[in-house]
């Protein structure tokens, strides 16, 4: 049989698909990425302004990941029974209004609850827009979708660390440089949240902006891989939790993000203690490493679908990482110290397309919605772990030390975790 023709046609709709749905689904995800890494940058002023020691940060950096545990199952199920649109336009507008309440914050109780706020709003974002992808691109070009998704983590870095320190220059109307930032990044949010609803089309069947044989091509693809797929991985929620590959998959994702959120809510901290710079000039300093993992995470994510491995392309960049936060470790030099956290945030996040298309293969229907969901809200407990083991190490003797060696062995086991055969595919839950 001929495939050139299927493949030209799956060449014309993936494109499409690209162009249709990626652009809109990464300002959303650089938006959502901001809101939660912006608390970074109105450290440095909320630390003296409201006494806040480096424990009490850590912790609430990382409480945003309780709320999102707690919250992102059920968050994601209801997103599968009443649709993209209505759910995550819900959540951006809810998340928007919590951010820009951040100005109440007036000590740790109004700290932590307003973070644990923030991430419980936030919780059915990133599995709902995981779930999205699978929905309408085909395996072939997943791995790739999820990167092009996953770079607006470091590229709202990249666009939101100058802003963000910026931002901490203003002020006027009572308020602080710190209540400003959050300000003026949670209303974007709010009226992208507005806009969810008239932009994205729910399933494939109803877009109109692919054309006839464009969109039976891609609903005969997706039904093929649901078919191929309907003796595996399927069952009930509670079968899920059951499920031995998706705890499995829940701890090799666990060191990505206390890696990630590790490293990225206490970067410029680390900047502006090692070197001295002004809030400006560390925010620029700040968005170099996360431009390089935008670059790295998309053109490894390409090459995991070209070759179709995702294991070893999630095991590498992970051990590569942890290598690196111990370099970072026993640094020296700043410059050292900023390049070693550095490359470790760069090899958590080039861990995440691999990851996903791996993640994602054998799901479909409710059970795809479910693992998807307690695969990330038990993973982003690491988000949890990493902020705040720094901030112990931190208060404790004033180094980084302890905490870059914790995350980075945990990111070490996340790696060498991905390489055992049960994360790969399941057959069947159990």
């Known amino acids: 049989m001929n495939r050139a023709p299927d493949q030209s ?103 932590y609850g307003l973070r644990f706020l923030l991430g419980a709003a936030e919780a059915g974002f990133f599995p709902g827009m995981i779930l999205y992808m699978k929905q309408w691109f085909p395996a072939s070009a997943r791995a790739r979708a999820v990167a092009w998704f996953m770079t607006a983590n470091p590229l709202a870095g990249v666009v939101g660390s100058p802003i963000s320190g910026a ?20 209303v974007p949010a709010i009226v992208l949240g507005t806009a969810v609803y008239w932009v994205l089309t729910d399933r494939p069947e109803n877009a109109k902006w692919l054309s006839e044989g464009q969109r039976g091509w891609l609903l005969e693809e997706l039904e093929r891989e649901r078919q191929a797929n309907s003796g595996g991985q399927s069952g009930s929620f509670w079968k899920v939790l059951a499920s031995r590959r998706i705890w ?51 053109l490894w994510g390409m090459h995991s679908d070209r070759t179709g491995e995702r294991r070893w392309h999630t095991a590498l960049p992970g051990l590569l990482g942890a290598t690196a936060l111990g370099m970072a470790a026993y640094g020296r030099a700043p410059l050292l110290v900023i390049v070693g956290m550095s490359l470790g945030m760069l090899g958590a996040e080039a861990m995440t397309g691999p990851f996903w298309a791996m993640a994602t293969s054998g799901l479909s229907g409710t059970a795809a919605a479910a693992s998807i969901a307690v695969i990330n809200s038990i993973g982003n407990l690491g988000g949890y772990f990493g902020p705040y083991i720094i901030g112990l190490a931190r208060s404790s003797n004033g180094e980084f030390r302890g905490g870059l060696l914790a995350i980075g062995v945990t990111l070490a086991v996340s790696g060498v975790l991905a390489l055992v055969p049960g994360a790969k595919r399941g057959t069947r839950f159990g």
Request: with cysteine; charged share 10%.
């Open 167 to 186: 931002l901490l220059g203003m002020h006027g109307g009572g308020l602080a440089g710190w209540q400003w930032l959050f300000v003026m990044e949670g």
């Open 248 to 298: 499995l998959l829940a701890l090799v994702y666990f060191g990505g993000p206390a890696c990630m959120y590790g490293v990225t809510l206490w970067l410029p901290s680390a900047i502006r203690s090692l070197s001295g710079l002004g809030y400006f000039t560390t925010g620029l300093v700040a968005a170099i490493p996360y431009l390089v993992a935008a670059v790295a995470m998309v």
């Open 9 to 111: 046609l799956e060449s014309l709709v993936v494109a499409r698909l690209m162009w249709r749905l990626m652009p809109f689904l990464f300002l959303l995800y650089i938006v959502a990425y901001l809101d939660r890494i912006n608390v970074s940058f109105a450290i440095l002023q909320m630390r003296e302004q409201l006494h806040l020691s480096d424990r009490v940060y850590g912790r609430a950096a990382g409480m945003f990941f309780a709320g999102y545990f707690f919250f992102q199952v059920p968050s994601n199920l209801v997103l599968e029974k009443v649709g993209v649109r209505r759910w995550i336009s819900g959540l951006m507008v809810t998340w928007g209004l919590v951010s820009c309440s951040m100005v109440f914050i007036r000590g740790p109780v109004s700290f």
